[in-house]
């Protein structure tokens, strides 16, 4: 049986440096945001004979056509290039379209996406507006199922518990991705908001399932036992059954970063360490902050 709060400090340390990172990689650093926020224009074409890399397209796009803050990807899995400009209107668009075709003529345009300004910052707006009442309709569902439980631990400490940890689980993919976004030039998009959402919906399904245990055997030992006790036999008792349905998942989102489409590949990865972080804290972070704050308040009392 692993010792689980008697090691909590261990965990909650690595957790707090953790966090304490992303948070200070997002401050520093910020969030890139994509064409879905700042507004811009997303192609997409594919080149068949003259085969040029994504750097030749780039300098195309730069030096002829003074596109100065072009990002060319190229997809290898759709043997297509993926390129983001400022915001083009339709004759813009055109022109440009008909300046790369004379560099390259066997260019195919397969989409065309343009976003005005105003649309994005109506997006981001509406994307933080949903994910804080999601955060704040999962701690409140999770207090009202807990009300039951109101010894040792007051059934609304369980919500704000949750909420802690899905803040942990969601800050630290968020976090890896403003230290790319500086690095890489990774771009956060709608679909990176729908992965947060996504991981805060398997994180508090397993914390839930902890939580849930540790209410059971509360119920059952009738304050016979130490509440520490209580909760490692509880966390223990659905171990396996936590890392053995979070693996599934990660091994699933593993093959699609690897072989997957490059235009959601940074949502893949968002996922993966967001669900890994979140097998984490629900084992690892969840329960030991639980009993440590029971321990501070019953000291306070």
């Known amino acids: 049986m692993l010792r689980i709060i008697e090691n909590r400090k261990i965990f909650l340390t690595i957790s707090a440096i953790a966090v304490i990172a992303a948070l200070a990689a ?138 802690i940890t899905l803040g942990h689980d969601v800050v630290i993919p968020a976090g890896l991705l403003a230290i790319l976004g500086k690095f890489s030039g990774v771009e956060i998009d709608g679909n990176f908001v729908v992965a947060l959402l996504v991981i805060m919906g398997f994180s508090v399904h397993d914390t839930i399932v902890v939580f849930d245990r540790i209410r059971e055997n509360l119920l059952l030992d009738r304050s016979k036992s130490d509440f520490g006790a209580v909760v490692n036999t509880s966390v223990n008792q659905t171990l396996s059954r936590s890392i053995n349905t979070s693996l599934t998942l990660i091994f699933v989102l593993f093959a699609l970063y690897v072989v997957g489409p490059l235009n959601l590949r940074f949502f893949v990865l968002t996922l993966l360490v967001g669900v890994t972080t979140g097998i984490y804290s629900s084992i690892f972070v969840a329960s030991p902050l639980l009993y440590a704050w029971q321990r501070w308040s019953a000291k306070a009392s």
Not at 26 to 39: A, H, P, T, Y
Not at 91 to 98: D, F, N, T
Not at 100 to 110: H, I, R
């Open 26 to 163: 997002i401050g520093v650093f910020r969030l890139r945001q994509g064409i879905d926020f700042s507004g811009g224009t997303l192609m997409t074409f594919s080149i068949k004979d003259e085969r040029p890399g994504a750097s030749l397209v780039q300098e195309a796009l730069v030096n002829d056509l003074k596109l100065l803050d072009a990002r060319v990807n190229y997809d290898a899995q759709n043997d297509q290039f993926l390129v983001r400009v400022k915001s083009l209107n339709e004759e813009e668009h055109q022109a440009v379209l008909k300046a790369l075709e004379q560099k390259f003529p066997s260019l195919e345009e397969k989409s065309f996406q343009s976003i005005g300004p105003s649309v994005g910052e109506e997006l981001r707006k509406k994307s933080l507006i949903a994910i804080v009442l999601v955060l704040i309709g999962i701690s409140l569902y999770i207090a009202f199922a807990f009300r039951k439980v109101f010894r040792p631990v007051s059934s609304w400490k369980y919500g704000w518990i949750t909420l």
